[in-house]
Structure formats: C-alpha cells, structure tokens
C-alpha cells in the first residue's frame, strides 16, 4: 500500500488516483503463452509520458513482471514473429523530441536491454509499425524529416505557414530487421494513414488520402494500393469513399473499420472488406446493428471487438465468439490455434482499477496486480442500470455506488456524462472515463449515474444517427429519464443531485442546467462546447464531426436556420439557476479555450454563481499530475458545497 493511498480519516487520497499505472497494449507471443503489455500513469510528472514494459506468463497467476525502468515512453508494441524480441515505439534519444523503432530481446543477449532499429535521433513522429509475417521487415509509417534549409530558415525566424505549401506526409518505410537497410515504398506527395503485410511478407496494402489534413479523408476520400517489396511496383486496389481505421490483410482480402454512413462522422462503426481478386469493397456482417470498435489479426484467424449494449465480445471471423462479458475491454489480444482460442484482456470493475487476465477455455487467470491497494480499499459497487425512456425505449448504464457508505439511501448523486459523443461506459473502475472521477466521489459517499444516451456506441445505426444536427434532444432525454429512474426506485436523492462531465459530457452538462425539466442543485463543465456556430466549421480540430452535431455549417446553412443556437449556452446561459464550475486547458485545439470563456462571461453577466478554472499547457485531456490532482480536489469540495449539509 502506498504511504499516500488513504489521509488520516483513512479517506482516498487524491495522490493515489492520480498516481495509478494503466495497462495498455498488450500483445500475447507467438507461442501464445507469454504476454506483454505497458503499465502508464494517469499523470505526467514533467512534460513528457512514460510508460514501463511488463511481461506474463499465460495461465501463471500474478506472474507479470517489469522489463523496463519506466523512464521512457514506450508504446504500440509487437512481438517478433518468432518470440524472440518485443518491438516497441520509444523516444529514449531525447525525451519528447525523437522517435525510434526499438527492439527488446527475450533471451539475455545485447544485455537484455531495447536498443534502435531505427534512427534514435529522429524528431518526426513514427505512428505505426509492423512486423513482416517471415520476421525479416518492419514497416512503418512516418513524415520526413526537416531538411537542413528549413531548419536554418526557422531559427532565423523564416518560418511562415502557408496552407499546403509543405504537407507532413506519412511516408511507408520498410527496415530489414539484419542489416538495418532502410527503403522507401512509398514517397508520393500524399499522406499514408493505415497499413497491413500479405500474409507471404511479399506485399504490403497501404490506404493514402490526398493529404494529412484531418478533413481529406472525409471529402476526398482514400485510395487502396500494393506495392512488391521486389520490385517496389504499386497497383491500385479500389477507391473508398471516407476514413478507415485498422487494416488487417488476411485470406486475400483487406478488412478495416469504417462508418455504417460513409462520408459522414456521426456514424457506428462497422467492418468492410475489400477483394484483391475482384477490387471491390463490400460491407461486413459485424458491428452493423452494434460497434465495432476493434479489428485484429488472431494467428490463424482474425478477431473483432464488438460493443453490444453493456457487454464487450470478441469475435472470430468463422463467426464464433470466443468473449462476452458484461464490462468495458480496455486493451486485449487473441491467439487461435487448432485447439481454440487464448485471449487476454485489460479489464476492471467499482473497486478494482484495470488488471490484465489470460482467458483459455473456462479458466480465466489474473496475470497483475497493479491495483491491490486501492482493490482493498473496496470504494464502490459497480452494476448495470436500465431506465424506461419512452414506452418503446428503454436505455442503459452504469450505477457505481459506495459500498461502505454510512448514509442510507437515497444518496447524494452524480451524474457524470462520458465524452465522444460516439463511446459508452459498461461496467468498470474509471467511469465514465474522467479523470478518476467516478471513483473519488464514491469513495466519498456520493452515487455515481453514468447514462449512455442515444448517439453513442454498442447500439445500432438508428442510435448513432440520433446524434446528427440532433443533440441536445435524445442524448438530453435520456439523461433526465436515468435520473428520474433512479429517484423512482429511491436510489437519487432528488433534491442532492449535480452533473458534470468533459469534453462532449461537459456540453450535455451545462446544457441540462439551462432547461427546466430537472433542476441539478451544481454542474461540473470540463472542456465543453459554449457555441456550435463557431464549432462547427472555425474553431475544432475536428470541423466536419461538429458540422454534423450542430446540423450543419455555417457558410452552407440558412440565416434563420437557428437549430445549434438551442443548443449553445451563449444563447441560453440566461436561463441557468445552477452554481457552475468550467474546468478547460488552455491549449485545448478540440474545444478552444474560447468557447469557456464565452460561457464563463455569460454567468457573470447574469449573475450565476460560476468558478473558472484553466490549465496552462493543457490541450484537450489534461494530462499534468498536479492538474489532475487539482480537478479531483476542486471537483469534490464543490460537490460538497452544494450537495451535503
């Protein structure tokens, strides 16, 4: 137990939340009985991450252990082939300013310890790699770097940008693993998104936008190619018409991720397939009533992940599912061999951060045990919550709370509101995914609600589309109808009830403080949208998917099409009766600061109890430990201030 987990009232500490480690991808060994994953704390103690390897042994209870010191930030990693060495993404040249394929090896050669494959001085971001199935290449994606010319004219202070005038494309390299020959396969003036080896290491599919911009796959489009690491000849495959994510090559085709609706952003998520015989792409059967969030080679077969309501599965492509559990995967892997199937997954429940398990048959076997102190501790009870919306709808989510609450029901409640608007919450330790709130304010008495309104994910298209020049309607409906439920069955303390969230949480937040239909008695805004006219096309990173949510831009909507005003708090900010508190990182390029401060002028003109806080250096997920730790201190006392005697 750590000497900071509880206080002398043997409560939570902030400093134990913030300082717990996360699994993230974890990859099981081509033997199938060793797994690797990274272990990454929740907040940066400087300006850079870090991350630690940790290695298991499948079927071997509590038999992780570290491989790395921690000090660097090693990410996205992969076994060879053939077992022996783990590659890995790694900037141990120069903290936050390199990037370098690394390798790890097993046995105790070179000393045990990762050394580059690839330049370790490399300032330009490497942000995929892959092993060819033989093991004699790595692929991977990243731009050029910056020729001597540009460097000399920006430290001259020559160094004005003009759109187009110099794209950071991603090029496709190619290492051979044994003498470190570095090639390029692909060095047109466009951008490589997504790659994947045939399955005889001959040939590598790749998908190319016109350019990096984060609005070209979506008005463009993409393109399919090949190209022979022999000869280095390309051919054209076939055109898709919108972004993809997580291409897999396998029996001869190609399989990705795209939306049900093409062009559009505000869509579930569905898998395609495209034919290297024919050319042709053709929609899968997986994910088109529910998500698929994930797609992943599996050995001899290749596996899904699907949300389907509360419940994560994992799916084969002979149709067989080989997981289903009512709780939120947060990382896993799966290996098929002609006896069945191993699979790992990262996964968590009220009391109990994520931990990583071995799943083989009916035996389910917990390889860590990063969160045993906290796990002792026994903060809060996590079960499914399902309410009545309309005659015909019911929705779901999740109910954390405290298990060792002294206070009898009803209790004092939180609403938190998840992100995305495109994710949900099921059952788990850090709902809904902010910052440790779920967790922090159980452990301090409060009921947690966290609802999945309609336009998120692990339903089916219809859900998805409700979120289309649609907010502030069904997402909005379904909250209030969760609170309401849990007022019914004495759950909610009616008259002790506050909401918050972040990011599109933190919008739904200060919205349902502007309408009269529930009156929350405090509302938490972190990193949410104030007005969706600016959103919509000048201010996001993500223009097109604000388009959708705000039904449309500004230069191609009527001047008396007034549908996002409803939904902006500038417009509505006069009708709060709520004490507000706006969390907002000030470098936030998802939702500019200015969105914050335009609602924060708002409550101060009328007269509304509102605290405003910023965080220098923050972009749109707070990432600094001592940010962290103020969120989870600054959020609890305004809870308390306005929901307990």
Not at 562 to 575: G, I, Q, Y
Request: proline fraction near 5%; charge should be negative.
């Amino acid at each position: 137990m750590t000497s900071h987990l509880v206080d002398q009232t043997q409560q939570l500490t902030a400093e134990a939340l913030v300082d717990l480690q996360t699994p993230a991808d974890v990859c099981i060994s081509p033997s199938g009985r060793k797994v690797v994953y990274s272990l990454t704390p929740s907040g940066r103690y400087d300006a850079h991450p870090v991350s630690s390897l940790w290695i298991a042994t499948v079927g071997k209870e509590y038999s992780a252990r570290q491989r790395t010191s921690g000090l660097f930030y090693d990410t996205l990693l992969q076994w060879s082939p053939d077992g022996k060495y783990i590659a890995f993404i790694s900037y141990r040249a120069k903290r936050g300013e390199s990037s370098a394929i690394c390798l790890l090896p097993i046995e105790p050669i070179r000393g045990g310890e990762p050394y580059p494959v690839t330049r370790a001085d490399n300032k330009k971001k490497i942000t995929a790699f892959s092993w060819s199935p033989d093991g004699r290449f790595i692929s991977f994606l990243s731009p050029d770097e910056k020729s001597v010319e540009q460097e000399n004219k920006e430290k001259g202070g020559d160094d004005a940008k003009i759109y187009g005038g110099h794209w950071e494309n991603n090029r496709l390299r190619c290492l051979h693993v044994g003498t470190l020959e570095l090639s390029v396969l692909f060095a047109k003036e466009a951008h490589v998104h997504e790659h994947a080896w045939s399955e005889d290491s001959a040939e590598i599919a790749y998908a190319v936008h016109k350019t990096p911009d984060v609005t070209s796959p979506e008005d463009d489009g993409i393109l399919f190619e090949r190209v022979s690491l022999l000869n280095k000849e390309t051919t054209a495959i076939c055109d898709f018409p919108g972004p993809i994510r997580a291409l897999v090559w396998f029996n001869e085709r190609l399989f990705f991720l795209a939306g049900a609706m093409l062009r559009l952003s505000n869509t579930s998520s569905i898998v395609y397939s495209v034919s290297l015989d024919d050319k042709v792409w053709t929609r899968s059967v997986f994910g088109y009533t529910t998500g698929a969030v994930g797609l992943r080679p599996a050995a001899k077969s290749m596996a899904i992940q699907v949300q389907s309501g509360l419940s994560d599965q994992i799916d084969l492509m002979d149709g067989r599912i080989v997981y289903d559990e009512p709780h939120e995967i947060s990382t896993w892997d799966v290996h098929t061999t002609n006896k069945g199937s191993i699979i790992t997954v990262g996964k968590s429940s009220g009391s109990s951060l994520t931990e990583i398990y071995s799943v083989e048959g009916d035996v389910v076997c917990q390889l860590s045990q990063h969160g045993t102190a906290i796990a002792s501790l026994q903060i809060a009870d996590a079960q499914s919550f399902f309410y009545r919306i309309k005659d015909d709808i019911c929705g779901d989510g999740v109910l954390l709370s405290p298990s060792k609450a002294n206070n009898p029901k009803p209790w004092p409640t939180v609403v938190l509101i998840h992100g995305g608007l495109y994710s949900r919450v099921s059952v788990g330790f850090d709902l809904p995914s902010t910052y440790h709130w779920g967790p922090w304010l159980t452990s301090a008495g409060y009921a947690v609600l966290c609802p999945n309104y309609r336009g998120g994910s692990s339903r089916s298209e219809w859900d998805a589309s409700g979120a289309r020049g649609k907010m502030r309607t069904r997402d909005y409906e379904d909250i209030i109808s969760m609170v309401k439920q849990g007022i019914a069955e004495g759950i909610v303390g009616e008259q002790k009830v506050a909401i918050g969230g972040w990011s599109y949480g933190g919008f739904l937040s200060s919205l349902a403080v502007t309408r009269p239909d529930f009156h929350f008695r405090a509302a938490i805004c972190g990193g949410g949208v104030a007005n969706w006219d600016m959103m919509s096309k000048t201010s996001s990173d993500a223009p097109l998917y604000e388009a959708e949510l705000a039904g449309g831009e500004p230069r191609d909507s009527n001047m008396d099409d007034t549908r996002s005003r409803h939904a902006s708090d500038v417009w509505n900010v006069k009708n709060v009766k709520t004490p507000i508190l706006i969390l907002h990182g000030e470098d936030d390029v998802c939702v500019p600061l200015t969105e914050a401060i335009a609602f924060h002028r708002g409550c101060l003109h009328h007269g509304i109890p509102c605290e405003f806080v910023t965080y220098p250096r923050e972009e749109h997920e707070s990432e600094e430990r001592l940010h962290l730790i103020d969120q989870l201190r600054r959020v609890r006392r305004f809870c308390d201030l306005h929901l307990k005697p």
